[in-house]
């Protein structure tokens, strides 16, 4: 299983960015997906995913900026970013997570400044 990230960038505050998140190989139809960040000095932590069925959980942090989707027939995740703060700056990692494994993509920097 591989996963393809893309999306970061730079953005002023207050800014958008979309990120997107690919996963290609042996999927199973029940799995989560999902991204975590990682700020330089700080533990990886969740943002938000979302399982097969759509149920999603969110970072008390990101709720009500962030919303989380896929689509299932193209494995594809994506985590939309609106009104962004200097402190969602960070490396985004894309998570697929099924049968109790883990799955991580290449970082994609999100940087939030003016």
């Known amino acids: 299983v591989q996963l393809q990230a893309s999306g970061g960038g730079l953005v002023q505050p207050g800014g958008s960015l979309r990120l997107s998140c690919a996963a290609s190989?042996?999927?199973?139809?029940?799995?989560?997906m999902g991204w975590y960040r990682q700020a330089p000095g700080k533990q990886r932590e969740l943002v938000a995913v979302i399982i097969s069925g759509g149920s999603t959980n969110y970072a008390d942090s990101v709720k009500g900026r962030f919303t989380i989707s896929r689509d299932n027939a193209k494995n594809t995740a994506y985590l939309q970013m609106n009104s962004l703060k200097p402190e969602d700056t960070a490396v985004y990692y894309c998570n697929l997570r099924q049968l109790a494994n883990d799955v991580w993509g290449q970082g994609t920097q999100v940087t939030v400044s003016s």
């Open positions: 190989g042996s999927i199973f139809s029940i799995n989560r």
